[in-house]
Structures are given as C-alpha cells and as structure tokens.
C-alpha cells in the first residue's frame, strides 16, 4: 500500500516516460526481427512484405520528422490547461498513475473511434490500416495527423489535475501495450486475459476488412470498452487485412499521404458544397455509400 | 449500446476513477501526525499558480538563537520534494516511537549539505532527544543564529511551500530547519521555518 502512495517527483516521470519511449523501440525490432525469422521459417517471405515493412518504418520516420516540430507546442498545451484550469492537483504516485493510465485508456477507445468514424481524421488512420500485412512494423505505420488527435482526448486529464508528465506516460503505457499486439504469432491467449485485455488475436479483428470485423475492437489495453460499448467481435473467421481500395504500393510516399490524397480527391469530384464538407465530417463508409449511389444511378 | 449511452458510461467510469484517484489515502492523512507534508517542496519544476503568488509574509530580517539541538529519527539524502516519504518513515519508525516519553512536542526536519542546484539535501525528520527515553544515534544541530523565514504560526502547506521560494539562493545555504509544534492530540499547531546561510 505504501509504495502505491509514496510520490515521486515530475523529473523522474519524465525520465521512465523517455525511458520507456526509447527502448521500447529497440525491443520492438527485436521482436520483429523473430517475427521475419517465423516467417522465413514458413517460407511466406516475400519482396512485397518486406517492402511493407521497410515502408512502415520510413513512415515512422516522417512522423517522427513532423512530431519533432509541434511535440514542445504539444506539451505546452497540456502544462496551460494544468496550470490554469485544473479543477485538482492529484499527487505524482502509482496510485495516480494507475488511474490515469485506465482514464487514458478509455480516452484511447474515444479516440480511435473517432479516427474510424471522421472522414478527415479517418484520412490519417487509414495509413496505419492500409497495410496488407500485419506484424510489429505495422504498429509504426503512422499518418501525417496521428500526432493530433489524441491531444484533444487526453486533455480533459490534464483538467482533472492529472500531471503532464503523467498523461504522457499514460499514453506512452497504452501506445507500447498497442504496439506488441500487431502480431500473428501469437494465436488466442488463455481466456480470462481474451475477456478483459485487448489481445492480438482481438486487434487482428480490428485491422480486418471482413465485413462482420469492421469498426470493431477499438479498445487500446482493456478489451471490456469494446464489450461494454457494443462494438467487440471475436475472430472466428480467418481475416484478410487492409482497407478498400487496396493500395498496392509500398511507395512510402505514397503510402503517407495516400489518406489525404484520397480525401482530397473525393471533395475534388464532387461538385456540391455541402457534400464536400461532409465528406470532412462524416464516416468514411458515407463515401464509399455516395460512390455506389451513383455508379448505381448510372448504371440503372 | 448506443452512442449517447456509451458516452455516458463513459462519463460514469471517468468519475469513478477520479473519484479513485481523489480518495488515495495521501502521505500526510498517511502518517500518524498531521504533517504539512507539501511544506517543504522546492518550488522549482512546476508553475503552480499558488506557488507563483506566495500568500504568507516572511521575516527575513527576523534572526533566532537557537541552541544546540539533538534530534533522532529517520535521515536520508534525496529530493527536497520527496521529504513526504521520511515523514512517513518516521510514522512507521516503531522502535523510535516506543522510545517516546510523551507525546512528541514538535517534529523538526532538518535540512543541510544542499545539492548545488538545491534540488536534493541530506534531511533529518525526527523528534527532540528530550522527548525520548534514549537517543543513541541522534543528529545535532549545533547552536547558531537564524535567519527566521516564517514565524511560529499555523500556515497552510502551500503557505509552507511559498515560503521555500523566499530563500535567498545566491547566498550559500547551509541549512534549513522546520519546527512542527504539535498539539496533544499529534496536531500540527503552528510550524516556524528558519534558515542559516554559510558566513563568507
């Protein structure tokens, strides 16, 4: 109970939330790498995954590229809603942290619920969902905008007098946690764990483009969001990963800003304003219903 | 379940949990006297607005004679931030608390040997030899002349806090000591803070 309670200071936070951002990263190719090896070992290596792959980090590297400019205006924001607008100070210890990483949790469901159901935040996610594998080095195939919105879900933390320093360790916890479930290695865990965190074999259903597997199992550590929110499906059938339209290409480039590209070429071809701005708002599945609409009307 | 409902599950949940987090038992409801726990942090790292507006007039013009004093309890070389957890220490110090006569008077946490940027300090929170039976292995404080940086009265922790930033860090600090008089009851009844700077 005492170590729960007993407080560290905001510098030693920050140092476990760098700590773990930094070698994090090198466990995680450790793991990719045995996951080339299985591959290797069942012969399913082939140009186009490891291109995949190699393009996945590449994104991460753009990323990285873009976050480096805003990440200081980031934190900034969160320190000026601590600072002036926090309804309590909670003090830094585990007991803090542990409700906070739950609270960010759920503030992950939020979000990743929103990149699925907004046409322009779906613009960016879409990126990390557009690989048609699905191994470690998908979990760091990110989107130009993957750094924006998350601020506006974990800044009510921020306001409930959760320290900075803290939120981002949260958030940090809930991304690695995240990360290790891109895998097929691992098949189903024992049930008890299936019931209450989210695993591989859940998060494999949500990179699915099977249709009964569409936006579902959005939770980030604690499946039970999606149990109690209605949006949880079980793997049963085997699932085929990527998005419609594939994109057949492992053009890092290409696949960066193939979300924004797309969307832009959307509001380009239709010619109703109104339309174009749902385009911006909407779920991407109004859209694709739009397009078949109308290839309908012509074709009728 | 529907959208609105799922948000206001949700709205339930992040309640429960803040409530959670709001209701941890903290280091000063923690220990067995009320301790202005936060009296001593640093104001350095963060921009708290209460700290940025200190509330409390300090006397550093003031100086006190204190004479040589022995303390024993819990010591430690760590963050000036982290000084909760030695007040905690001293509360499950068992074999110092049978040792005590009566109820304690007065807490003193005693700073010294200041890291250069202040942030860290060896710290001594602990009970007055008088107070107990035997003191084998007490800390003493030699006599000397004080400059009085809050005068004995109940203050606030952030009061407490604010104080902290009223120490004059260009001159070389050699030690800080708070005084807790407590009531009989183990209540904090007024706290003085004094400060002795290194003679050039």
């Not at chain 1, 969902?129 to 919105?149: E, T």
């Not at chain 1, 290790?180 to 998060?203: D, G």
């Not at chain 2, 550093?60 to 070389?77: F, P, R, S, V, Y």
Request: glycine share 4%; proline share 4%.
């Amino acid at each position: 109970m005492d170590i729960l309670i007993m407080p560290f200071s905001v510098d030693d936070i920050w140092w476990l939330e760098a700590f773990i951002d930094d070698w994090f990263f090198v466990i995680a190719l450790a793991l990719f790498f045995i996951e080339l090896l299985r591959y290797a070992f069942k012969k399913q290596i082939t140009k186009n995954l490891l291109g995949d792959s190699i393009t996945n980090f590449v994104t991460l590297g753009l990323f990285m590229l873009l976050v480096s400019f805003v990440a200081l205006a980031y934190i900034a924001v969160f320190f000026f809603v601590y600072d002036n607008f926090k309804l309590v100070e909670l003090p830094p210890t585990l007991w803090t942290i542990g409700c906070c990483i739950i609270l960010a949790d759920l503030a992950y469901y939020w979000e990743h619920r929103f990149l699925h159901k907004n046409g322009f935040a779906w613009a960016t996610h879409t990126v990390h969902h557009s690989s048609p594998h699905f191994n470690i080095s998908v979990a760091y195939r990110h989107g130009p905008l993957d750094w924006l919105f998350p601020l506006f879900f974990y800044l009510p933390l921020a306001l409930l007098g959760f320290h900075p320093f803290i939120i981002l360790l949260a958030e940090v916890i809930v991304q690695v946690y995240q990360t290790l479930l891109h895998t097929e290695t691992v098949k189903k865990l024992p049930r008890p764990i299936e019931a209450i965190f989210n695993t591989p074999s859940h998060h494999r259903v949500h990179h699915a483009r099977n249709t009964q597997y569409l936006d579902k199992n959005y939770a980030g550590i604690f499946i039970i969001w999606d149990r109690l929110f209605g949006t949880f499906a079980k793997e049963d059938e085997k699932v085929k990963y990527g998005v419609y339209p594939q994109l057949n290409s492992v053009n890092p480039i290409k696949v960066f800003f193939s979300g924004y590209v797309k969307l832009a070429q959307q509001i380009g071809m239709i010619s109703n304003w109104s339309d174009k701005f749902r385009l911006l708002y909407k779920p991407p599945i109004w859209a694709w219903q739009q397009t078949q609409q109308k290839k309908n009307t012509k074709s009728g | 379940m529907k959208l609105a409902g799922s948000i206001l599950l949700s709205s339930a949940i992040v309640f429960t949990v803040w409530g959670v987090a709001l209701l941890q038992p903290t280091p000063a409801r923690a220990i067995s006297v009320t301790t202005p726990a936060k009296a001593s942090e640093q104001p350095k790292s963060t921009t708290d607005k209460v700290r940025a507006k200190p509330q409390s007039k300090t006397n550093q013009n003031d100086t006190k004679q204190l004479e040589t004093l022995m303390i024993e309890g819990n010591t430690a070389t760590l963050a000036t931030a982290q000084v909760e957890q030695l007040w905690r220490e001293l509360s499950n110090n068992k074999r110092l608390n049978q040792k005590l006569l009566r109820n304690p008077s007065a807490i003193y946490v005693y700073y010294r040997d200041f890291s250069a940027n202040y942030d860290s300090a060896t710290i001594t929170v602990g009970y007055s030899s008088t107070d107990l039976s035997q003191a084998k292995t007490a800390t003493t404080i030699a006599s000397a002349t004080y400059d009085s940086l809050l005068e004995k009265k109940k203050y606030t922790p952030s009061q407490l806090s604010s104080a902290w930033q009223e120490i004059d860090y260009r001159r070389n600090l050699e030690r800080v000591i708070e005084i807790h008089y407590l009531s009989e009851n183990s209540e904090v009844l007024a706290t003085e803070v004094l400060v002795k700077y290194k003679e050039l």
